[in-house]
């Protein structure tokens, strides 16, 4: 803390603090003078209002002392206190006129010792000020006065007629006597009003210490918050540049994802093409034997097939795009499953496959492309046919599970379900090499192009599952040699309970 | 320019207060002197005057203090005989002659001293018509006071106050207190300090009567 500025405030404060308390003892000295004066009067009325002599009579003489006299003993200082209220002459002024009110009572009272009171009630009231150096000339005019009429007229003070000639000292002992205290009232007041001045000096001080350390930090805090938002600001351009970064990546991979089913389809449809062109251009050779017109049936064949060929390679591109109506009914998993188990039965008949059911009951209802599912199981026991021996075993199962969260990424509405209805496909196949299970469903990806795949299938598949709110799962079973496909739907509670009502 | 009114302000000061202290000092004089003079004693009697209407209390000492029934130096007068009663009442009988002109009405003199007057032991106020009485003893101010032996001869006159209206020790009273304790007067006479039982002059008659 600056010590100086604390010492300088300190003084400033405790010299308004006193000037305060000069100007308001003043003030009501001031008041103390009119009604002294004022009940001077009213005694004199009431107790010697007129002298008489016989007959007649007239105003007394104390009538007269008391508005003149009394008039002249408090009009000097009320003039001061009025007129320089908190000035040092102001308040020595009062002081000698209030010994002057106390000198004149003590003489109208016949030197009565009870009127002394004034004197002693006077110097209290004094005090008031907190400046012992007031009493001085008090205790002068009193004792002062105690003494001319000590010596002269010992009666009008002391109420005696021979008066020891020392008596005005007792008195004025009697006035230092309380003088003595008074004194050391006004020194511990002046103490006090110092220690209050230092006291909120160093509050003030430390105020404005505070009161600077807070705009430092408030333009520290304005300087920061002016930083944070210019770096939000970036922060926001960047986020929006890897927006449209992102978005022109996706626009970038739905471009290269349509060039490669474009290109996918252009190699699959162009071998049936070919053989259409040749057996045009073959049909449109002249012959006419017997050998033609077999080769020509052969050839027409061909042709019949591949045009078969590239309605199903179109049909399975609108699959994949989605273009083609998703048409959703209330039913039964297990009966889907048992119709493409009835459509594939004479694949698995052919190599001596047994299928095994195990689908549980009182299955909750679910919205479903019956036709897309068929079309979904039939494709994957095909799959597990291709990549089992003859004499192998297809399980498939049905069940209901708790909603599990691991599965919340892969599933859309699955907030709103409790319940996923699980189906388990489980071959005893030779399974997937690994560096291939990650690109089983990516489309025309296919290990069968030998023997006439186009690697749709489980493009497809992930598609009309994912239609219906599912998602597929395709790994190799971890308790025996063979694949496991898991294929989770979502029970809609309200919505599928509604739609089932 | 502040200095020299810095001057001037202390001679105004100094100079005011300095009237101030004079005027206030001359209204003190004004006061004691008018507190310490004492009314003119126009002569004495010797004894006890036969022509009094008041009967002297044989085998007492009698004492007649004159009184104006609305004189304020009166109180302290009465106050100082009530304190001489109290020592003296076994020796003294004591009249207080309220003086009553003619033409006032009775209740003139039904005021709070003759109230005080017969609160006092052995004491009694008595109506004077037009101060008949008080001139009978000489008397021509209020608070005068008359002792008699018990033979009727006049052993102190004056007043028993030592100003106007003051009360406390005072020569008249400590003569008194001192024939009733020793049963010798240690003053013959005193100041004595109250109003005029009279109207002095025709002239005065111009100030205000209150009837």
Known sequence: MNYPALSLRSKALFEDHQIAIFKQTDRMFAYLMVLQWIAAILTAFIVSPRSWYGTINEVHIHVWTAIFLGGAISAYPLFFALRHPGETYTRHVIAVAQMLWSAILIHLTGGRIETHFHVFGSLAFLSFYRDWKVLIPATIVIAADHFIRGTFWPQSVFGVLNASPWRWIEHAWWVLFENTFLFISCRRSIKEMWNIAENTAKLEITKQIIEAEVEER?????????????????????????????????ESEKTATVARLAAGAAHEVKNPLAIIRQGVDFLSSEGSSEEDKKVKASVLGDMSNAINRADG?????????????????QADINNVINQALILTKNQLDKKQIQ????????????????????????????NAVDAMNIGGTLRLKTYIKPNDPSLAPFLKDVE???????????????????????????????????IGGVGLGLSIVRNIIQMHSGCIQIKNRSDAQGVRVLIYFPVKENKDKKEAA | MRVRRSILSTLFLAGSGAVWLLTVGSGLMILYDYSNSPSEIRSYIKYWPVQSSIPFEKGWANLVMTAHPHCACTRASLSE???????????????????????????WIQTDLWRNANTIPSTHAIEDKDGAEANLFHATTSGQVFLFDQNGT??????????????????GESAILDWIKEGKVTAR???????????PNPAANAAKEIR
């Not at chain 1, 299928?355 to 494709?379: C, G, M, T, W, Y």
């Not at chain 2, 006049?154 to 020569?171: S, V, W, Y």
């Not at chain 2, 006479?189 to 109207?199: A, P, Q, Y």
């Open chain 2, 154 to 171: 006049l052993i102190f006159t004056g007043g028993i106050t030592g100003a106007r209206g003051h009360e406390g020790d005072n020569k």
């Open chain 1, 416 to 450: 709103d379900s409790k319940q996923i209805v699980t189906v388990e496909i489980l071959d005893s196949g030779s399974g997937i090499p690994e560096d291939v299970l990650d690109h089983i469903f990516d489309p025309f990806f296919t290990t069968k192009r030998k």
């Open chain 1, 313 to 329: 390679i179109i049909h399975s591109l609108l699959d994949v795009s989605s273009q083609s109506k998703f048409n959703p009914t």
């Open chain 2, 189 to 199: 006479e005193s100041f004595v300090f109250g109003c005029s039982l009279f109207t």
């Open chain 2, 81 to 107: 005989l009530a304190r001489i009663m109290t020592h003296g009442k076994d020796k003294i009988k004591a009249h207080v002659l309220f003086m009553k002109p003619s033409e006032f009405p009775d209740k």
């Open chain 1, 355 to 382: 299928a095994i059911k195990e689908l549980a009951k009182n299955l909750p209802s679910l919205q479903l492309d019956k036709d897309r599912l068929i079309h979904v199981f039939i494709n994957l026991i095909n």
């Open chain 1, 218 to 250: 408030t333009k520290e805090l304005q300087l920061a918050n002016q930083q944070l938002q210019a770096e939000i600001h970036t922060r926001e351009m960047a986020e929006r540049e890897l927006k449209e970064t992102q978005t022109q990546l996706v």
